[in-house]
């Protein structure tokens, strides 16, 4: 890639937002009120403004290694916290994907050196959820299971969280998972019943 060709693309950007609205950049410069956090995985194929149809302003974005939410990662938790105490977000997104490089790392008995740490986190879903997916003969579709089984665990360690419980109490905050298809691009719900899920630890992890 030719780095100048970015600069270039810059400037035909700006050009273009001027066009349709030459009081854009003042505008953005006034601040942000996103309805929506997003937290996704980092794969370069996965752009998250772009396919939930959205522009600057209206989503607030972390991104990682398989989209995970692991309460000793500053920088995740630093975000949570942020978009929902400060900015007040309304929704909150665990955004995963088929084909994910991160998932399909985790399923191998490899040592993978830096990543090990980040990757046993995965590993451990696979634990919680085994009986499930070593049901699962095709390993194209347990691999599939498992990303979705990820974007579930994912978003119970982010309602875990002190930020998101005291949104809970105070206000009407709602937490998705969402699995992204790069085979077809669509969006998906994976309509999680939450109150299921954590029916038997809400009383350790709910905030008086």
């Known amino acids: 890639m ?30 942000q009120n996103p309805e929506l956090l997003y937290i ?53 997104v665990v955004c995963g994907h088929y084909a994910c490089g991160g998932v399909k790392a985790a399923m191998q008995s490899a040592d993978l050196g830096v990543l090990n740490p980040w990757l046993r986190n995965i590993r451990d879903v696979y634990r919680i959820h085994k009986t499930e997916l070593n049901n699962i003969k095709d390993e194209d579709k347990k691999y599939d299971r498992l990303v979705e089984l990820n974007v579930q665990e994912q978003c119970v360690n982010l309602i875990k969280t002190a930020s998101v419980q005291k949104a809970y109490r105070d206000r009407d905050l709602k937490v998705h998972g969402w699995i992204f298809d790069v085979h077809t691009g669509k969006l998906i719900d994976l309509k999680i019943q939450f109150e299921d899920i954590l029916k038997n630890i809400k009383e350790i992890y709910h905030l008086d």
């Open 40 to 92: 996704g995985c980092s794969d370069s194929r996965v752009t998250a403004e772009d396919l939930m149809g959205l522009g600057p302003g209206e989503v607030f974005v972390h991104r990682n290694i398989a989209n995970m939410v692991i309460s000793i990662d500053l920088n995740v938790m630093s975000v949570i916290d942020y978009a929902v105490e400060h900015l007040k977000v309304n929704h909150v």
């Open 2 to 31: 030719n780095l100048n060709t970015v600069f270039e693309n810059n400037e035909k950007w700006i050009e273009q937002k001027l066009k349709l609205d030459p009081n854009f950049f003042d505008e953005l410069g006034k601040g």
